[in-house]
């Protein structure tokens, strides 16, 4: 979006415009990043978090950009009580798109393991379409250490989830990784970009290829 939108002000019709944010708390990139008109940025957080971030954030009179919009979901995907499916509910009833391409940014995973991982990035798969990126925390210890290199664990999942994938360290990024600093739980980042079609997608595919096959074509399929 900086690449091609805000430095250059070129307008990108559908390049990037949602953002979503897991494990946002009081995150403020909503309001504090530029993003370009047309860009609806969907933070995910109890909703004992929004309220408070909802207060703070008013009584500073914080705004998102011009043209932009800021959406506040009442969902944890990281909480113990989450159950599968919920995000995707309160995604699309808050005007989340999963057949335009989209930002994700995972914050705070350090506490999940890797079952509850691979569950949430599946789930972040059927709702993000191809050219989508995926950014996340790779801790130091637990999902970032597992596998013979950093953030393997976290790769193979996302991996499985149709989203190519790369770890890389603090260090390899030009951040220090010093013990006691604020790196430490957060010692590197994963990027992933989305290889597949959305779930909605798919599905919409799947139906014209059988009403092709069925109603509107021959017998060999071609349509007339």
């Not at 506040?72 to 798109?97: F, W």
């Not at 953030?151 to 260090?171: D, H, S």
Request: aromatic share 8%; hydrophobic share 40%; glycine share 12%.
């Amino acid at each position: 979006m900086e690449k091609f939108e805000v430095s250059k002000a070129v307008e990108v019709f559908g390049t990037m415009r949602q953002v979503v944010v897991t494990g946002a708390g009081a995150d403020t990139r909503g309001f504090r990043v530029p993003w370009p008109r047309g860009t609806a940025v969907f933070e995910l957080a109890h909703e004992d978090a929004h309220a408070f971030a909802h207060e703070t954030l008013k009584a500073v009179g914080a705004k998102p950009a011009k043209g932009s919009s800021h959406r506040r979901v009442r969902c944890d995907p990281t909480s113990s009580d989450y159950r599968y499916g919920d995000m995707e509910e309160a995604l699309v009833r808050a005007g989340y798109a999963p057949d335009v391409p989209s930002v994700w940014v995972l914050q705070d995973v350090g506490s999940v393991d890797i079952r509850k991982w691979n569950d949430l990035v599946e789930e972040i798969g059927d709702l993000m379409c191809a050219g989508s990126e995926i950014v996340a925390h790779a801790p130091s210890s637990g999902l970032g250490a597992q596998g013979a290199s950093f953030g393997a664990a976290l790769v193979r999942g996302l991996a499985a989830a149709g989203t190519l994938a790369r770890a890389y360290t603090a260090g390899e990024l030009g951040c220090e990784e010093v013990d006691g600093g604020a790196l430490v739980g957060q010692v590197g980042v994963v990027h992933g970009v989305k290889q597949r079609p959305s779930r909605q997608e798919t599905e919409f595919y799947r139906e014209q290829v059988w009403q092709i096959e069925n109603e509107d074509g021959d017998e060999e399929g071609f349509s007339f």
